[in-house]
């Protein structure tokens, strides 16, 4: 039998109600351990709700869900990201006026609270931290320069350093490639497909060429509701798939 141990996340019933609207309406899917899972579907299928209520910024009518065992359901935001849930919104939010290796530095979970951030020294650990994950994110030759002259594309790895440095166990991205270049693009799914080690991402994504290089399974929502799941083959040539998505 299959238990909820064998899943990094498990979504059950997930029910979120807006003014008597379901944006996710009784919703499941399972995440395997070092899984890149694509959610994709029209707009307004609820995507974007469902990473809401993984994250806690929305919270759910009814239904659970379960990372490593704890119900996320009952917990505040803060409380998810220290379980290990990370999140990137669709516009990057870096701060322009500090360096690349400074954006990283802060994020470093020993700089976070207040107190913390006072009596922060940068020491050897968080140096080398910071250039590992620099050098992961294509950005170790930009450690010095500010990062309002990164280009869109850089903005986006750097904020996706910026949770890798907290080292979650889920990263979920909405977007992540929206307005890159192609190249940008290729660089972004070797990314992905390099820090899976450890960890899961789930990504929401409209960009099938890339839903392609970086999918392990793709779920397709649709009204709130899965209406087909399994490998990109599968999804694509799934009649219900291209008759509410694809074929558009
Ligand atoms: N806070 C809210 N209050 C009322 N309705 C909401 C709220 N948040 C989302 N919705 C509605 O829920 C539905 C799902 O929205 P959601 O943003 O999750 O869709 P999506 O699949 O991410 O779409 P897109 O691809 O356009 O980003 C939409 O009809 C949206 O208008």
Redesign the pocket.
């Known amino acids: 039998m299959t238990t909820d141990n064998d899943f990094l996340l498990s979504v059950e019933a997930l029910t979120?109600s807006?003014?008597g609207?379901k944006?996710?309406d009784d919703l499941s899917f399972y995440v395997d351990e070092n899984e890149i899972r694509v959610?994709i579907?029209?707009?307004?299928?609820?995507?974007?709700?469902?990473?809401?209520l993984i994250c806690g910024k929305?919270r759910a009518t009814s239904g659970s869900i379960r990372f490593r065992g704890k119900e996320l359901t009952a917990m505040k935001e803060h409380q998810i990201v220290h379980a290990g849930v990370g999140r990137k919104f669709?516009n990057p939010s870096i701060y322009d006026d500090l360096t690349v290796f400074e954006n990283l530095e802060i994020s470093y979970p020993k700089g976070r609270s207040v107190f913390g951030a006072l009596t922060f020294k940068r020491d050897g650990v968080v140096t080398s931290r910071v250039e590992e994950v620099a050098e992961m994110i294509f950005l170790a030759d930009h450690l010095e320069e500010r990062a309002e002259f990164l280009s869109h594309g850089q903005k986006q790895w750097l904020e996706i350093g910026m949770l890798l440095i907290q080292d979650p166990e889920l990263l979920m991205l909405?977007?992540p490639v929206a307005g890159m270049s192609v190249s940008e693009r290729v660089k972004t799914a070797e990314l992905l497909h390099r820090i899976i080690v450890g960890r899961s991402v789930i990504v929401?994504e409209?960009d099938m060429k890339f839903v392609e290089d970086i999918a392990h399974r793709v779920t397709v929502?649709h009204q709130?509701r899965v209406i087909s799941e399994g490998t990109m083959a599968h999804v694509q040539a799934d009649p219900k798939v291209v008759e509410v998505y694809l074929g558009h």
């Open positions: 979120v807006f003014d609207f944006a996710v959610i579907g029209p707009n307004g299928a609820g995507k974007t709700t469902a990473l809401d929305t669709q909405d977007e929401i409209h929502l709130g």
